[in-house]
């Protein structure tokens, strides 16, 4: 579980960023939600309020990505490539106010073992909505400031605990469109052996996009996904 002294005094903090995080930055203060996704927040309250972690680190090939996959036995979204999160806890407190923030760090350090003490929060994008299953999301920016090792906690939850460099996400060779019988068409990216697409390609396509990373990529290649997916 997640020691309170770690996330008790939670606070987004701008100072002593890496400078390539800037446009991510300016990003964040000014993308406006519908910009982000067409699946906003039910306007009468409803939806189960959760938290991601976004977590920008510097590996060995420059920034990258912390991601990992759920486990295949999951209800939902199960085997699934995303960001470590999940639903708000009464102690994580005001869902309005930094109840995500804590959120964002507990499940991080529940599903990766990652210690919340060597990240630095640094914005919040605005809550998005997943229709299939009611969950309102808030993503959460971080910088790992002092990277620590991350792995499998519960293989019950958690498949694997991986980091993606930015140069693969944004390489047009890595990018795709997901198509779905449903009629689900999205970005998705091929990266580090699978597939990552759905609400969090969504979330990586439009960061990219408008913090100017992203470069001219074939939208009509198609990746169909099955009706398990």
């Known amino acids: 579980m997640t020691r309170a002294s770690d996330t008790q ?3 987004l903090a701008k100072e002593g960023l890496p400078e390539w995080l800037g446009p991510v930055v300016r990003a ?4 406006e939600p ?5 699946f906003l927040p039910p306007e009468d309250g409803a939806g ?25 036995s999951l209800r939902s979204h199960a085997g699934q490539p995303s960001f470590p999160g ?24 529940e599903e990766t073992g990652l210690d919340p003490a060597g990240v630095q929060l640094f914005g919040v994008l605005p ?18 400031r002092e ?22 996400l944004t390489d047009p060779a890595h990018r795709a469109m997901a198509t779905h019988p449903s009629g689900f068409r999205g970005p998705a990216f091929l990266v580090e052996s699978t ?20 470069r001219p990529w074939d939208h009509e290649k198609l990746v169909p996904l099955d009706w398990r997916s």
Not at 88 to 105: N, W, Y
Request: aromatic share 8%.
């Open 147 to 168: 990277p620590t090792p991350v792995g499998v906690v519960d293989p019950n939850e958690t498949a694997r605990v991986f980091t993606v460099p930015v140069a693969d």
């Open 48 to 72: 189960r309020q959760s938290a991601v972690l976004i977590l920008f680190g510097e590996g060995e090939r420059g920034p990258e990505l912390l991601l990992m996959e759920r486990s295949s």
């Open 195 to 214: 597939l990552v697409w759905g609400f969090t390609a969504g979330v990586i396509d439009r960061l990219l996009h408008y913090a100017g990373w992203e």
């Open 127 to 144: 809550r998005l909505y997943i229709p299939v299953s009611g969950f309102v999301v808030t993503p959460v920016l971080g910088w790992w």
């Open 28 to 31: 964040a203060e000014t993308v």
């Open 34 to 38: 519908l910009q982000l996704s067409r």
């Open 9 to 11: 005094g939670v606070a």
């Open 86 to 109: 999940g639903a708000l806890d009464p102690d994580d407190g005001d869902p309005e106010g930094d109840g995500p923030l804590r959120a964002a760090l507990r499940e991080a350090e």
